[in-house]
């Protein structure tokens, strides 16, 4: 990379660290997306047909029970890649203040805050993507809970 600018290699780098600060976000909402899809279509399945359901019965809990589980392996999934996200966040904001920062002026205080180890892994979208998971995963319990009372009553369901 030997260019005649002493920028150059800096603004590759800036594009480079933006572009995966891109695509771990990518990453991170593609990981929500397939855990919810999962984990909603497993919860939904015992409703679906209640004629399988009532002739299955109680058998068909796993499903739910398997959605919660799911549910729990996604908050570690998107732990890890949240944490990845963050490293990201941290270097391209490093990168960033360094190329940007002797360009802006000093009120530009939204520029100048710094990414912590600590704060990286705390913003907005980190708390959101947690609480969306952690409410799927409550949900998805409810559901295996209401299952586990509605399915023995299903059983008697159109006797006579």
Known sequence: MTTSTGNQPRLELL????????????????????????????AMAPYLKPLVTKAVGCTM???????????????????????LFAETKMAHQDIRNKLLLPHLEASSKTMQEQLTPITAKKTKFDVLVYILIGVLCLLSLANFVFLRYWIPQLQHFGER
């Not at 594009?15 to 497993?42: F, M, N, P, Q």
């Not at 809990?61 to 949240?82: H, K, S």
């Open 15 to 42: 594009k480079y660290t933006w572009d995966e600060y891109k695509y771990r976000h990518g990453l991170c909402w593609a990981a929500v997306y397939r855990v919810s899809a999962a984990v909603i279509a497993l």
């Open 61 to 83: 809990l796993v499903l739910p029970f398997l959605g919660t589980g799911l549910a729990l392996y996604g908050i570690v999934v998107l732990r890890n890649e949240l944490g």
